[in-house]
């Protein structure tokens, strides 16, 4: 489990760097102001949560917890959706996919207090 929260916290930071990089190049023209903000939130916060997952992978190479696994995919369930309902909503206008923002930030959420947890335990 370890190397693959390693591998997708890796790829995760791949992604965030290229997406930064085509909002700033790509769509700065493209974009109002206010969408090219919702698509560089998406892209921050990617990147965040893309260290977090290689912390995951980096604790959970030296001991195992079952909270460390909950913290890891539930930085990779907030990703996909805080995120990708973020560059969707800016790359489509389509304001309902707002909706489902809040789900990532509580992925996110649950998996800070899973990764205290899985600390206080060990």
């Known amino acids: ?30 974009l109002p102001p206010d969408l090219l903000a919702v698509f560089e939130t998406g892209a921050r916060y990617q990147m965040f949560h893309a260290l977090a997952l290689v912390a995951v992978g980096l604790l959970a190479a030296r001991a195992p917890a079952t909270a460390l696994a909950v ?18 909503l800016a790359l489509t206008g389509a304001r309902a996919l707002g909706a489902v923002t809040p789900f990532g930030g509580v992925a ?9 947890w899985a600390a206080l335990r060990a």
């Not at 190397?3 to 790509?26: D, M, Y």
């Not at 913290?71 to 969707?88: E, I, K, P, Q």
């Open 1 to 30: 489990m370890d190397r693959l929260f390693l591998a997708l916290g890796a790829l995760s930071g791949f992604v965030s760097v290229a997406a930064g990089a085509f909002g700033a190049h790509a769509l700065k023209a493209r």
């Open 71 to 88: 913290a890891g995919w539930a930085f990779l369930a907030g990703t996909v959706l805080f995120s990708g309902s973020l560059y969707a």
């Open 108 to 116: 996110f959420l649950v998996g800070w207090l899973a990764l205290a």
